[in-house]
């Protein structure tokens, strides 16, 4: 089966920093684009940002509201894709998803609060 | 950025009717090397992550029921539910993939009238 299953949210106090994971089984995670995608409270869909497979490069692109504070790795002898996010505010408090796009985990809560 | 605008915001549909979401892109989404519009359609029922229901503005994903349509290109896309059932009821989500950011529109609510 086909999964993927997020790990590592929590409050967090603004300017902090949390990683979170994602662990992917049933498909070649190694040869899968992931992408990071969050949902804040009541809102609609935002796209965080993808990292490629190494064999296409494994270069990240970032949405403009997380760039240059958020960092996305993999760690593909793990299956486990990463997101590092520094410098939180509270505008980032979101459920975070992990997505190839076609699989989605359940997602992992982020509330940055004071 | 590319943005997104769905209409209308919710609709509410009698069960067996057709239920019919618009999608308008700021710039065209259509890519030349395939013949084809960069644009998907996702389905989120309540407390459930999205569900990629079309991509390339019209191909159904596998398992998708076939009530599920997608059409359009360029900047103006449609998403068809042909015969509204209780399980469709949702918010629905269009997303363009033609560049970096991939952006989503607002969302559109569909409920039973």
């Known amino acids: 089966e086909v999964q993927l299953v997020e790990s590592g949210g929590g409050l967090v106090k603004p300017g902090g920093s949390l990683r979170l994971s994602c662990a992917a089984s049933?498909?070649?995670?190694?040869?899968?684009?992931m992408s990071w995608v969050r949902q804040a409270p009541g809102k609609g869909l935002e796209w965080v940002g993808r990292i490629k497979s190494e064999t296409d490069g494994g270069t990240t692109d970032y949405a403009g509201p997380v760039k240059g504070r958020f960092i996305i790795s993999r760690d593909d002898s793990r299956n486990t894709l990463y997101l590092q996010m520094n410098s939180l505010k509270t505008e980032d408090t979101a459920v975070y998803y992990c997505t190839t796009v076609v699989t989605w985990g359940n997602g992992t809560t982020v509330i940055v609060s004071s | 950025d590319i943005v997104m605008t769905q209409s209308p915001d919710s609709l509410a549909v009698s069960l067996g009717e057709r239920a019919t979401i618009n999608c308008k892109s700021s710039?065209?989404?259509?890519?030349?090397?395939?013949?084809?519009?960069?644009l998907a359609w996702f389905q989120q029922k309540p407390g459930q992550p999205p569900r990629l229901l079309i991509y390339w503005a019209s191909t159904r994903e596998s398992g998708v029921p076939d009530r599920f349509s997608g059409s359009g290109s360029g900047t103006d896309f449609t998403l068809t539910v042909s015969s509204l059932q209780a399980e469709d009821v949702a918010v629905y989500y269009c997303?363009?993939?033609?560049?970096?950011?991939?952006?989503f529109g607002q969302g559109t609510k569909v409920e039973i009238k």
């Open positions: 049933g498909f070649t995670f190694s040869k899968a684009w």
């Open positions: 710039q065209s989404v259509f890519y030349s090397s395939k013949n084809k519009s960069s």
């Open positions: 997303q363009q993939y033609y560049s970096i950011p991939p952006t």
